[in-house]
């Protein structure tokens, strides 16, 4: 064989490579990635019901139950409009508590509840998750726009 065609056969070979190589790449991310909603949103049916997402609001106050084992836990997140119910078992971070910011990870249950894989909590007292930020101004906007 000709040098020209070995180099030929070898760039395709690398070309066809890369190409796997992206595609491969872009499936995984695709498949990593959780929308964020805000309860509003999900009320709405704007959030999927078969995919992992993210819930993020305000964890409404007198809401946090714990229920059997002291692990599972029971509370609402709100965007001052809508309410999401949340389920989650796990152990939570330091920094929750009511009346505070909170982003969740997790699926739409059967009975139109939320069960979360995850939760996050704020940083500090001034702290608000961009998620949860956004919930709350989306909910606040559309109320404005409902009044006038």
């Not at 180099?7 to 690398?14: D, G, N, P, T």
């Not at 595609?23 to 695709?30: D, F, G, V």
Request: hydrophobic residues 45%; positive net charge.
């Amino acid at each position: 064989m000709k040098p020209r065609k070995k180099r030929l056969i070898f760039a395709s070979i690398a070309v066809v490579g890369v190409v796997i190589a992206a595609a491969l790449m872009m499936r995984a991310l695709r498949s990593n990635v959780a929308y964020s909603f805000g309860p509003s949103q999900v009320i709405a049916g704007a959030a999927p019901s078969d995919r992992v997402f993210r819930l993020a609001g305000m964890v409404k106050e007198g809401t946090v139950k714990r229920i059997g084992d002291g692990l599972t836990v029971e509370f609402v997140v709100t965007d001052l409009k809508k309410d999401v119910t949340v389920h989650y078992t796990g152990i939570l971070p330091d920094l929750f508590k009511e009346g505070q910011g909170a982003v969740t990870k997790g699926r739409l249950g059967d009975d139109g509840s939320f069960i979360a894989e995850e939760v996050l909590a704020k940083h500090d007292e001034t702290y608000m998750p961009p998620e949860a930020k956004d919930a709350m101004k989306a909910a606040q906007t559309a109320a404005e726009t409902v009044k006038n």
